[in-house]
């Protein structure tokens, strides 16, 4: 037999039709009988970890400190960033919690007066 040469192909076993009925697999049916309403995800697990972390700050930080301290990406923070500023998104602004600021090379973040009311407000 020559070792180089390709193994016979087997045919796998099947399993009987009535094990195959009863294995568990994915769902298509929704959990919940709201589809419209979205599960808290990532992305507002960082918001509130984010606002949290600049209220506890006096002075604006770095964007790269935030992010070596909350151990996410920059490009995961900016995106988050971009809908707690003053920037238009889908074609409504956003509620101006944090301000970002240039600072040579340095991007810095702060909370806004409005962002360090909405936090006292949920402590």
Do not use: H, I
Request: net charge negative; aromatic share 0%; glycine share 8%.
């Amino acid at each position: 037999m020559n070792p180089l040469a390709p193994a016979p192909e087997s045919q796998p076993e099947s399993a009987p039709e009535s094990s195959l009925e009863s294995a568990p697999g994915p769902t298509l049916e929704p959990e919940s009988e709201s589809e419209s309403e979205p599960a808290p995800g990532p992305a507002a697990d960082l918001t509130s970890v984010l606002l949290a972390e600049l209220a506890a700050q006096e002075a604006p930080v770095s964007a790269a400190r935030v992010c070596k301290r909350l151990g996410v990406r920059m490009s995961s923070l900016l995106r988050c960033l971009a809908y707690l500023g003053d920037d238009v998104v889908g074609g409504a602004p956003g509620p101006g919690l944090v301000c970002v600021r240039q600072s040579g090379e340095r991007t810095m973040l702060s909370l806004s007066e409005k962002g360090r009311a909405a936090c006292k407000t949920t402590r």
